[in-house]
Structures are given as structure tokens and as C-alpha cells.
């Protein structure tokens, strides 16, 4: 669906659902995400449908993660870290 357009200068490791995943450093999660094909970013909690980003701005609110322990991120807000943990919510979980 995405493709970069040129290798990024320097990269940063995360970890997406415990899967290490080398990205561009300064760029948002739901980038990084996307470029690496991974467009669910959870799933929605009354149907259980695949969510993933839609706005990229922080209005829609479609690409809610939980990094760093944190519930209910915006991936599409968020810069991406070294040893980031992301985690994609895949049924209605309560926050821990
Ligand atoms: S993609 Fe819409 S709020 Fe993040």
C-alpha cells in the first residue's frame, strides 16, 4: 500500500507486538507502521473490524496503540523511539 520513497539517513529500532522492526528515525508510529505494511492497528471495539489510520492529523482518532504501556496513543501524533513497545490491541482489552 505505502513505499518509501528514498532509504531514511538513520533508523531506530521498535518493537510491534514484541517483533523487533528497524524505521525511520523522527518519524510518527503510524508512519513507521504503514510503511512497514502493517495498516491494522487495532480492532474496533463494538464489531471487532480491523481500525488502522486515517486522518494522519489527530482528528479521526482511528490509530490508537498502546505504546510504552500507555492505552488510547495516537500513533499518527507520536515519534518513534528506540525500544519503543507497540502494542496492537486486537480485541477490546481493558487498559492494564
Ligand atoms: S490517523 Fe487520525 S487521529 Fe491518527
Known amino acids: 500500500m505505502f513505499?518509501?520513497?528514498?532509504e531514511p539517513a538513520s533508523t531506530v529500532t521498535v518493537f510491534v507486538d514484541d517483533a523487533p522492526l528497524?524505521?525511520?528515525a523522527g518519524e510518527t508510529v503510524a508512519?513507521?507502521?504503514?510503511?512497514?505494511?502493517?495498516?491494522?492497528f487495532r480492532a474496533a471495539p463494538r464489531h471487532?473490524?480491523?481500525?488502522?489510520?486515517?486522518c494522519m492529523i489527530g482528528n479521526c482518532y482511528d490509530c490508537l496503540l498502546?505504546?510504552?504501556g500507555m492505552p488510547?496513543?495516537?500513533?499518527?501524533?507520536?515519534?518513534?523511539?528506540?525500544?519503543?513497545?507497540?502494542?496492537?490491541?486486537?480485541?477490546?482489552?481493558?487498559?492494564?
Open 31 to 40: 508512519a513507521a507502521l504503514l510503511g512497514a505494511g502493517i495498516a491494522v
Open 48 to 54: 471487532g473490524g480491523p481500525r488502522g489510520p486515517y
Open 66 to 68: 498502546e505504546i510504552d
Open 72 to 96: 488510547y496513543r495516537q500513533g499518527c501524533l507520536t515519534t518513534v523511539a528506540e525500544g519503543m513497545r507497540i502494542h496492537r490491541p486486537m480485541e477490546h482489552e481493558e487498559p492494564k
Open 3 to 6: 513505499r518509501r520513497l528514498h
Open 22 to 24: 528497524r524505521v525511520a
